[in-house]
């Protein structure tokens, strides 16, 4: 297939992207980047619900800024935080549940994702996360709080003008679609993804009511190769299972039909498909090309299975150097990875929305 062979000089393209990246992105303004999502993408929300699924001590956020344990899945920064620094902006975004923070640390940049949480309000139930619906009740308060604190002018300037990005789907297939038989008996693979994609549109539709044009929409990696996946594939010698990943990618080429549709038919609105799948899949497969030695296994504890509080710092196994592994915990990147990938993402997003 296509996506196996490697790109000469892929490495090196990205890095010169990234410096490009990092030299202009000052001068690519945008007044805040707003996001919505899962835990690709949550920056702190998990550490204020009742929920198993947390991450908010070490060794988490041992390469953030000051060894601070954010709630972020990662040993460092997550995809919007280095896409708010490439507009010009933080380079961490804020959780909006964080108590760390006010109103006025919102106002360039605010998190509203919660991990483990997908389109489908049943995934949310899975681990007690925040649902979709209710991170658009939580954004609607946001927009209340902003409107008092800086005025309905420059507050409808904000939401107009911001660049928002959504990244879920994944926990809907591997937590709750291939876990528990509800929606397997309701739905094959592809009615779900045609469902998903449905509440895809319906919260966008209701995203663009409320002031948003620019929209930056992330699919789902190749779900099949996070080490959890490959921990338990057996029969396929621990190798990534394709059969995730070919849902993954028609999944994403749904989600692409659904962008096509939507930018002719939502006034003012211009969504972009920021698709991470093809260069997370050339990492995954030709490491060594992008500087790191290990993809099959994670840098917490084993790397096979370990993730939230199975990831901690009493782990034995823990790797001392992050950078040389593709993934953090089982199921995520670790910070060099979200960076090559934002590196790979940033020049379309400055291009259409700076």
Not at 116 to 141: C, F, H, M, Q, R
Request: hydrophobic share 40%.
């Amino acid at each position: 297939m296509a996506r196996d062979r490697y790109i000469p000089g892929l490495f090196l393209v990205a890095i010169l992207v990234l410096n490009l990246v990092y030299n202009v992105g000052a001068k690519a303004k945008v007044p805040a980047v707003i996001v919505f999502g899962d835990s690709s993408v949550d920056a702190g929300n998990n550490n204020l619900i009742s929920t198993v699924l947390k991450s908010n001590f070490q060794p988490y956020g041992r390469d953030f800024e000051g060894g601070r344990p954010t709630e972020r899945f990662s040993n460092g920064r997550i995809p919007p935080d280095f896409i708010s620094e490439a507009f010009g902006l933080k380079p961490a975004i804020p959780a909006y549940l964080d108590p760390m923070y006010t109103i006025s640390d919102f106002v360039t940049g605010v998190c509203f994702a919660s991990a483990g949480t997908g389109y489908d309000n049943a995934t949310s139930n899975v681990l007690n996360v925040i649902p979709l619906w209710k991170e658009l009740e939580n954004y609607k308060d946001y927009q209340k709080r902003l409107r008092a604190y800086v005025g309905e002018k420059k507050a409808n300037h904000i939401f107009r003008e911001a660049l928002y990005l959504m990244s879920l789907g994944t926990n809907d297939f591997l937590e709750n679609y291939y876990t528990f038989p509800a929606r397997r008996s309701q739905f094959t693979v592809k009615q779900y993804q045609d469902f998903l994609v449905g509440l895809a549109e319906n919260f966008i539709r209701e995203l663009h009511a409320l002031g948003a044009r620019k929209l930056s929409l992330t699919g789902v990696p190749p779900m099949g190769c996070l080490p959890l996946e490959r921990a338990t594939n057996f029969m396929g010698q621990y190798d990534c299972v394709e059969e995730y990943n070919k849902v993954g990618l028609e999944f994403n080429g749904k989600l692409d039909s659904l962008v096509k549709k939507l930018n002719k038919e939502l006034p003012g609105m211009k969504i972009v498909s920021a698709n991470g799948y093809e260069i997370f899949y050339q990492i995954i497969r030709k490491p060594s090309s992008f500087g790191f030695e290990v993809a099959e296994k994670a840098c917490c504890a084993t790397g096979t299975f370990e993730m939230s509080y199975l990831c901690n710092q009493q782990n034995p196994f823990t790797c001392t150097d992050a950078s040389k592994y593709v993934f953090w915990d089982a199921f995520h990147p670790t910070e060099k990875t979200n960076k090559i990938i934002s590196g790979h993402l940033i020049p379309q997003l400055l291009a259409t929305f700076a």
